[in-house]
Protein backbone atom coordinates (compact mmCIF):
# COMPACT_ATOMS: atom_id res chain seq x y z
CA UNK A 1 0.00 0.00 0.00
CA UNK A 2 2.75 1.97 0.85
CA UNK A 3 3.92 1.71 -3.08
CA UNK A 4 0.54 2.53 -4.17
CA UNK A 5 0.59 5.76 -2.23
CA UNK A 6 3.84 6.99 -3.38
CA UNK A 7 3.00 6.02 -7.11
CA UNK A 8 -0.41 7.75 -6.81
CA UNK A 9 1.56 10.65 -5.36
CA UNK A 10 4.63 11.23 -8.04
CA UNK A 11 2.29 10.15 -10.78
CA UNK A 12 0.69 13.63 -10.80
CA UNK A 13 3.88 15.59 -11.28
CA UNK A 14 2.21 19.44 -11.46
CA UNK A 15 0.70 19.03 -8.13
CA UNK A 16 3.70 17.15 -6.49
CA UNK A 17 6.09 19.62 -7.49
CA UNK A 18 3.63 22.77 -6.59
CA UNK A 19 3.48 20.81 -2.89
CA UNK A 20 7.37 20.39 -2.73
CA UNK A 21 7.36 24.14 -3.86
CA UNK A 22 4.87 25.33 -0.82
CA UNK A 23 7.40 24.04 1.53
CA UNK A 24 10.87 24.77 -0.09
CA UNK A 25 9.19 28.39 0.43
CA UNK A 26 8.15 28.06 3.82
CA UNK A 27 11.66 26.32 5.19
CA UNK A 28 13.78 28.73 3.37
CA UNK A 29 12.24 31.84 4.54
CA UNK A 30 12.35 30.54 8.33
CA UNK A 31 15.61 29.68 8.52
CA UNK A 32 16.66 32.77 6.57
CA UNK A 33 14.87 34.99 8.44
CA UNK A 34 15.75 33.49 11.90
CA UNK A 35 19.05 33.29 10.52
CA UNK A 36 19.45 36.49 9.64
CA UNK A 37 17.56 37.84 13.11
CA UNK A 38 20.31 36.17 15.34
CA UNK A 39 22.75 37.30 13.45
CA UNK A 40 21.38 40.73 13.77
CA UNK A 41 21.17 40.17 17.78
CA UNK A 42 24.27 38.26 18.21
CA UNK A 43 25.99 41.35 16.92
CA UNK A 44 24.38 43.75 19.36
CA UNK A 45 27.02 42.03 21.93
CA UNK A 46 29.86 40.71 19.76
CA UNK A 47 32.09 43.30 21.49
CA UNK A 48 31.28 41.88 24.68
CA UNK A 49 32.50 38.04 23.36
CA UNK A 50 35.27 39.50 21.92
CA UNK A 51 36.23 40.98 25.52
CA UNK A 52 36.39 37.31 26.79
CA UNK A 53 39.39 37.47 29.21
CA UNK A 54 37.35 39.62 32.15
CA UNK A 55 35.38 37.76 34.77
CA UNK A 56 33.35 41.00 35.13
CA UNK A 57 32.20 44.15 33.95
CA UNK A 58 31.79 47.15 36.25
CA UNK A 59 30.04 50.30 34.22
CA UNK A 60 27.77 53.30 35.23
CA UNK A 61 24.39 51.74 36.78
CA UNK A 62 22.41 53.62 34.10
CA UNK A 63 23.94 51.80 31.31
CA UNK A 64 21.35 50.00 29.19
CA UNK A 65 23.25 47.90 27.06
CA UNK A 66 27.14 47.95 25.87
CA UNK A 67 26.92 50.86 23.32
CA UNK A 68 24.92 53.21 26.09
CA UNK A 69 28.46 54.62 27.25
CA UNK A 70 27.99 56.53 30.33
CA UNK A 71 31.75 57.65 31.31
CA UNK A 72 33.13 57.34 34.71
CA UNK A 73 35.49 59.01 36.66
CA UNK A 74 38.91 57.08 36.66
CA UNK A 75 38.71 56.60 40.64
CA UNK A 76 36.32 53.74 39.91
CA UNK A 77 39.52 51.80 39.23
CA UNK A 78 40.91 52.13 42.50
CA UNK A 79 37.18 51.78 44.20
CA UNK A 80 36.96 48.54 42.56
CA UNK A 81 39.95 47.57 43.40
CA UNK A 82 39.77 47.93 46.74
CA UNK A 83 36.76 45.43 47.22
CA UNK A 84 37.89 42.05 48.65
CA UNK A 85 37.87 38.99 46.01
CA UNK A 86 38.80 41.44 43.07
CA UNK A 87 42.58 39.59 41.60
CA UNK A 88 42.25 42.27 39.13
CA UNK A 89 40.97 45.60 37.72
CA UNK A 90 41.94 47.63 34.86
CA UNK A 91 40.39 50.33 32.75
CA UNK A 92 38.97 50.32 29.40
CA UNK A 93 37.42 52.98 27.13
CA UNK A 94 34.99 53.01 24.35
CA UNK A 95 33.80 55.48 22.39
CA UNK A 96 33.19 56.82 18.63
CA UNK A 97 36.10 58.89 17.10
CA UNK A 98 36.18 60.37 14.01
CA UNK A 99 39.16 58.88 11.61
CA UNK A 100 40.77 61.36 8.75
CA UNK A 101 42.39 59.21 5.97
CA UNK A 102 45.63 60.18 3.65
CA UNK A 103 43.19 61.41 0.74
CA UNK A 104 40.71 63.42 3.30
CA UNK A 105 38.24 60.57 3.85
CA UNK A 106 36.43 61.24 7.29
CA UNK A 107 35.00 58.13 9.07
CA UNK A 108 33.65 57.35 12.19
CA UNK A 109 35.59 54.62 14.17
CA UNK A 110 35.05 52.67 17.54
CA UNK A 111 38.10 53.07 19.07
CA UNK A 112 38.95 50.80 22.37
CA UNK A 113 41.24 52.21 25.07
CA UNK A 114 43.37 48.75 26.72
CA UNK A 115 45.21 49.19 29.93
CA UNK A 116 48.98 50.11 28.66
CA UNK A 117 50.51 47.65 31.11
CA UNK A 118 48.38 44.70 30.26
CA UNK A 119 46.64 45.17 27.08
CA UNK A 120 43.39 43.19 28.86
CA UNK A 121 40.51 43.32 26.39
CA UNK A 122 42.33 42.87 23.24
CA UNK A 123 41.27 41.50 20.08
CA UNK A 124 40.17 38.17 19.84
CA UNK A 125 42.02 37.16 16.66
CA UNK A 126 45.57 39.09 15.06
CA UNK A 127 46.00 38.92 11.70
CA UNK A 128 49.07 40.68 11.65
CA UNK A 129 51.53 42.04 13.99
CA UNK A 130 51.26 41.36 17.35
CA UNK A 131 49.27 42.89 20.66
CA UNK A 132 52.41 44.22 22.49
CA UNK A 133 53.03 46.46 19.42
CA UNK A 134 50.25 49.10 20.57
CA UNK A 135 53.09 50.03 22.94
CA UNK A 136 54.96 51.50 19.53
CA UNK A 137 54.36 55.21 19.49
CA UNK A 138 50.97 56.41 18.39
CA UNK A 139 50.53 52.87 17.71
CA UNK A 140 46.68 51.33 17.02
CA UNK A 141 45.49 48.18 15.70
CA UNK A 142 42.47 48.05 12.82
CA UNK A 143 39.93 45.75 12.57
CA UNK A 144 40.55 43.44 9.14
CA UNK A 145 36.94 44.55 7.65
CA UNK A 146 37.52 47.84 8.44
CA UNK A 147 40.70 48.44 6.86
CA UNK A 148 39.21 46.57 3.60
CA UNK A 149 36.25 48.69 3.29
CA UNK A 150 35.32 51.83 5.44
CA UNK A 151 38.99 53.10 5.83
CA UNK A 152 40.47 51.75 2.89
CA UNK A 153 42.20 54.55 0.67
CA UNK A 154 40.61 55.85 -2.73
CA UNK A 155 43.33 55.94 -5.55
CA UNK A 156 42.74 58.54 -8.53
CA UNK A 157 41.57 55.30 -10.82
CA UNK A 158 38.81 54.38 -8.24
CA UNK A 159 40.14 51.63 -6.73
CA UNK A 160 40.38 50.77 -3.00
CA UNK A 161 43.40 50.63 -1.07
CA UNK A 162 43.66 48.82 2.08
CA UNK A 163 45.54 50.14 5.12
CA UNK A 164 48.56 48.01 5.88
CA UNK A 165 51.04 48.24 8.84
CA UNK A 166 52.76 51.78 8.80
CA UNK A 167 49.95 53.67 7.50
CA UNK A 168 49.03 56.94 9.28
CA UNK A 169 45.76 58.43 9.80
CA UNK A 170 44.25 61.16 11.70
CA UNK A 171 42.08 60.58 15.09
CA UNK A 172 40.51 63.56 16.30
CA UNK A 173 43.77 65.25 14.73
CA UNK A 174 46.05 63.07 16.36
CA UNK A 175 48.46 61.15 14.50
CA UNK A 176 47.80 57.94 14.67
CA UNK A 177 50.39 54.74 12.79
CA UNK A 178 49.00 51.19 11.75
CA UNK A 179 51.04 48.60 13.91
CA UNK A 180 49.14 45.27 13.23
CA UNK A 181 45.70 44.17 11.92
CA UNK A 182 43.10 41.96 14.01
CA UNK A 183 39.97 40.06 13.35
CA UNK A 184 36.61 40.98 15.82
CA UNK A 185 33.17 40.00 15.18
CA UNK A 186 30.78 42.48 13.29
CA UNK A 187 29.54 45.16 14.99
CA UNK A 188 25.84 46.38 14.77
CA UNK A 189 26.72 49.75 13.85
CA UNK A 190 28.96 48.35 10.87
CA UNK A 191 31.87 50.24 12.43
CA UNK A 192 35.61 50.40 11.56
CA UNK A 193 37.22 49.23 14.76
CA UNK A 194 40.65 50.25 16.30
CA UNK A 195 42.32 49.54 18.95
CA UNK A 196 44.79 51.67 21.00
CA UNK A 197 46.42 51.71 24.63
CA UNK A 198 44.28 53.45 27.28
CA UNK A 199 46.23 56.41 27.83
CA UNK A 200 46.62 57.26 24.03
CA UNK A 201 43.07 56.65 23.86
CA UNK A 202 42.54 59.67 26.18
CA UNK A 203 44.59 62.01 24.02
CA UNK A 204 42.04 60.79 20.66
CA UNK A 205 38.61 61.16 22.66
CA UNK A 206 37.27 64.70 22.96
CA UNK A 207 38.11 66.68 26.05
CA UNK A 208 35.54 66.09 28.77
CA UNK A 209 35.70 65.61 32.80
CA UNK A 210 34.60 61.89 32.54
CA UNK A 211 35.98 58.97 30.16
CA UNK A 212 36.45 55.79 31.78
CA UNK A 213 34.17 53.50 29.79
CA UNK A 214 34.18 50.16 31.76
CA UNK A 215 36.28 48.41 34.57
CA UNK A 216 37.33 45.36 33.46
CA UNK A 217 37.49 42.70 36.68
CA UNK A 218 39.27 39.80 37.24
CA UNK A 219 38.14 37.48 40.85
CA UNK A 220 40.81 35.68 42.90
CA UNK A 221 40.10 32.50 42.61
CA UNK A 222 37.47 30.58 44.73
CA UNK A 223 35.25 33.74 44.73
CA UNK A 224 31.68 33.70 43.26
CA UNK A 225 31.48 36.23 40.70
CA UNK A 226 27.62 37.01 41.36
CA UNK A 227 28.79 37.21 45.00
CA UNK A 228 31.19 39.67 43.86
CA UNK A 229 28.82 41.50 41.40
CA UNK A 230 26.78 42.25 44.53
CA UNK A 231 29.37 43.21 46.41
CA UNK A 232 30.96 45.98 43.83
CA UNK A 233 27.08 47.40 43.27
CA UNK A 234 26.94 47.40 47.13
CA UNK A 235 30.27 49.16 48.14
CA UNK A 236 30.48 51.32 44.72
CA UNK A 237 26.55 51.76 43.56
CA UNK A 238 28.37 50.88 39.70
CA UNK A 239 26.51 48.14 37.85
CA UNK A 240 28.61 44.95 37.74
CA UNK A 241 28.14 42.19 35.51
CA UNK A 242 29.47 38.62 34.37
CA UNK A 243 30.26 38.38 30.35
CA UNK A 244 26.74 36.39 30.38
CA UNK A 245 24.57 38.66 32.45
CA UNK A 246 25.63 41.85 30.12
CA UNK A 247 25.51 39.82 26.79
CA UNK A 248 21.75 39.46 28.27
CA UNK A 249 21.40 43.24 29.18
CA UNK A 250 22.35 44.08 25.54
CA UNK A 251 20.66 41.39 23.81
CA UNK A 252 17.16 42.27 26.16
CA UNK A 253 17.41 46.07 25.20
CA UNK A 254 16.99 45.40 21.63
CA UNK A 255 14.59 42.81 21.69
CA UNK A 256 12.60 44.95 23.95
CA UNK A 257 13.03 48.48 22.84
CA UNK A 258 13.35 48.08 18.83
CA UNK A 259 11.16 46.68 15.52
CA UNK A 260 13.90 44.50 14.88
CA UNK A 261 11.95 41.44 16.56
CA UNK A 262 8.62 41.99 15.02
CA UNK A 263 9.56 42.94 11.58
CA UNK A 264 11.12 38.98 11.35
CA UNK A 265 8.57 37.40 13.44
CA UNK A 266 5.98 38.59 10.88
CA UNK A 267 8.65 37.45 7.91
CA UNK A 268 8.82 34.40 9.51
CA UNK A 269 4.88 33.65 10.12
CA UNK A 270 4.23 34.80 6.30
CA UNK A 271 6.42 32.19 5.35
CA UNK A 272 4.59 29.64 7.42
CA UNK A 273 1.14 30.78 6.52
CA UNK A 274 2.36 30.94 2.68
CA UNK A 275 3.56 27.52 2.61
CA UNK A 276 1.02 25.94 4.47
CA UNK A 277 -1.60 27.42 2.54
CA UNK A 278 -0.25 26.20 -0.87
CA UNK A 279 0.70 22.67 0.17
CA UNK A 280 -2.81 22.20 1.61
CA UNK A 281 -5.28 23.61 -1.33
CA UNK A 282 -2.76 21.43 -3.69
CA UNK A 283 -2.83 18.41 -1.61
CA UNK A 284 -6.73 19.04 -1.20
CA UNK A 285 -7.04 19.29 -4.90
CA UNK A 286 -4.82 16.39 -5.30
CA UNK A 287 -7.05 13.64 -2.82
CA UNK A 288 -10.11 15.20 -4.59
CA UNK A 289 -9.05 14.21 -8.21
CA UNK A 290 -7.76 10.80 -6.62
CA UNK A 291 -11.25 9.96 -4.99
CA UNK A 292 -12.10 7.18 -7.15
CA UNK A 293 -8.70 5.85 -6.36
CA UNK A 294 -9.20 6.02 -2.75
CA UNK A 295 -12.97 4.50 -3.01
CA UNK A 296 -11.74 1.80 -5.36
CA UNK A 297 -9.03 0.98 -2.15
CA UNK A 298 -11.84 1.07 0.28
CA UNK A 299 -14.49 -1.31 -1.70
CA UNK A 300 -11.35 -3.65 -2.02
CA UNK A 301 -11.20 -3.79 1.91
CA UNK A 302 -8.52 -1.19 2.89
CA UNK A 303 -9.77 0.82 6.39
CA UNK A 304 -9.60 4.50 6.92
CA UNK A 305 -6.18 3.81 9.04
CA UNK A 306 -5.18 2.09 6.18
CA UNK A 307 -5.73 4.98 4.34
CA UNK A 308 -4.51 7.87 6.93
CA UNK A 309 -1.29 6.22 6.57
CA UNK A 310 -1.14 6.53 3.10
CA UNK A 311 -1.71 9.46 3.39
CA UNK A 312 1.07 10.66 6.21
CA UNK A 313 3.23 8.97 4.15
CA UNK A 314 2.68 11.41 0.87
CA UNK A 315 2.96 14.19 3.54
CA UNK A 316 6.00 12.72 4.64
CA UNK A 317 7.55 12.54 1.65
CA UNK A 318 7.06 16.32 0.48
CA UNK A 319 7.79 17.40 3.74
CA UNK A 320 10.91 15.44 3.86
CA UNK A 321 12.19 16.44 0.44
CA UNK A 322 10.79 20.39 0.50
CA UNK A 323 12.21 20.69 3.69
CA UNK A 324 15.70 19.60 2.65
CA UNK A 325 15.76 21.34 -0.40
CA UNK A 326 14.90 25.17 1.78
CA UNK A 327 17.31 24.16 4.44
CA UNK A 328 19.89 23.30 1.98
CA UNK A 329 18.99 26.64 -0.17
CA UNK A 330 19.11 29.02 3.40
CA UNK A 331 22.64 27.57 3.79
CA UNK A 332 23.27 27.98 1.03
CA UNK A 333 22.76 31.96 1.33
CA UNK A 334 24.42 31.49 4.68
CA UNK A 335 27.83 30.36 2.73
CA UNK A 336 27.56 33.29 -0.01
CA UNK A 337 27.13 36.23 2.37
CA UNK A 338 29.44 35.32 5.10
CA UNK A 339 31.54 37.63 4.56
CA UNK A 340 29.50 40.50 3.75
CA UNK A 341 27.60 43.36 5.71
CA UNK A 342 24.58 40.98 5.82
CA UNK A 343 24.13 39.78 9.27
CA UNK A 344 23.64 35.73 8.92
CA UNK A 345 23.88 32.91 12.28
CA UNK A 346 22.54 29.75 11.84
CA UNK A 347 22.52 27.97 15.20
CA UNK A 348 21.59 24.04 16.08
CA UNK A 349 17.81 25.71 17.07
CA UNK A 350 17.03 27.53 13.70
CA UNK A 351 16.64 24.35 12.03
CA UNK A 352 15.54 22.44 14.95
CA UNK A 353 12.17 24.86 15.30
CA UNK A 354 11.90 25.34 11.08
CA UNK A 355 11.23 21.36 11.22
CA UNK A 356 9.11 21.74 13.82
CA UNK A 357 7.14 23.87 11.47
CA UNK A 358 7.24 22.24 8.35
CA UNK A 359 5.68 18.95 10.34
CA UNK A 360 2.94 21.14 11.25
CA UNK A 361 2.73 22.27 7.62
CA UNK A 362 2.22 18.89 6.62
CA UNK A 363 -0.15 17.63 9.44
CA UNK A 364 -2.31 20.74 8.95
CA UNK A 365 -2.26 19.44 5.26
CA UNK A 366 -2.62 16.21 5.65
CA UNK A 367 -5.72 16.35 7.75
CA UNK A 368 -7.31 18.08 4.86
CA UNK A 369 -6.91 15.41 2.82
CA UNK A 370 -7.67 13.09 5.70
CA UNK A 371 -11.30 14.25 6.25
CA UNK A 372 -12.40 13.79 2.10
CA UNK A 373 -11.07 9.86 2.50
CA UNK A 374 -12.69 9.24 5.84
CA UNK A 375 -16.08 11.19 4.36
CA UNK A 376 -15.40 8.67 0.94
CA UNK A 377 -17.93 6.18 0.01
CA UNK A 378 -16.32 3.06 -1.40
CA UNK A 379 -19.54 3.35 -3.65
CA UNK A 380 -18.03 6.15 -5.82
CA UNK A 381 -15.78 4.23 -7.51
CA UNK A 382 -19.33 2.76 -9.69
CA UNK A 383 -20.42 6.44 -10.65
Known amino acids: MNLIALKMLVGDRIKYFGMIVGVVIAAFLMNQQLSIFWGLMSRTYGFISDTSYPDIWVMDSKVQFVDDLKPMQDTAIHRVRGIDGVGWAVP????????????????????????????????????????????????????????????????ADGTHVALKPGDAIELN?????????????RTFQSQPVIYTTYSRAMKFAPRERK??????VGTKPGVDRQMLCDQIKRQTGFAAYTQPQFQDLTYGYFMKNTGIPVNFAI???????VGTAIVALLFYMFTHDNLKQFGALKAMGCG?????RMTLLQATLIGVVGYGVGLGMACLMGIVTGNTELAFRMDWWIPTYSAVAVIAICLLSAAVAIIQVFRLEPAVVFK
Open 173 to 185: DNRAIVVGVCGVS
Open 92 to 155: MYKGLIKARLDDGTFQNCIVIGLDDATLIGGPPKMLEGKLEDLRKADGVIVDDVGRNEKLARHS
Open 304 to 308: NLTLM
Open 267 to 273: STVLGFV
Open 211 to 216: LLSFVL
